[in-house]
């Protein structure tokens, strides 16, 4: 089993910045993600690092999100930028491990326009 406990969410208005955290309560190996799931809307990926930092991130964020991870501290980082309303909803990190997915309670990120 493993335990991801997400930080970091909160309010911004558009334009801003904010930086999501991502604790696992064992050594990481595998994928890290971050999904997202905005109101009456299904969960969507955001961003992927595998171990060996082979990074894939959604068109919509393209070029405004950053992922990364420290391996030392199992931990997973995503560094939102330019923030917009449509970014608002709650941020879920993801640890796979075939066949199984972990996955954190989720954070809520909240943009205001």
């Known amino acids: 089993q493993v335990q991801l406990v997400e930080s970091g969410g909160g309010l911004v208005q558009a334009g801003g910045s904010l930086r999501l955290s991502c604790a696992a309560s064992?050594?990481?190996?595998?994928?890290m993600g971050w999904y997202r799931q905005a109101p009456g809307k299904q969960r969507e990926l955001v961003a992927l690092?595998?171990?060996?930092?082979?990074?894939n991130y959604a068109d919509s964020v393209k070029g405004r999100f950053t992922i990364s991870r420290d391996n030392a501290k199992n931990s997973v980082y995503l560094q939102m930028d330019s923030l917009k309303p449509e970014d608002t909803g709650v941020y879920y990190c993801?640890?796979?491990?075939?066949?199984?997915?972990?996955w954190g309670k989720g954070i809520l990120v909240t943009v205001s326009s």
């Open positions: 993801n640890y796979r491990l075939v066949p199984v997915d972990y």
């Open positions: 064992r050594s990481i190996v595998s994928i």
């Open positions: 690092i595998n171990s060996g930092g082979t990074i």
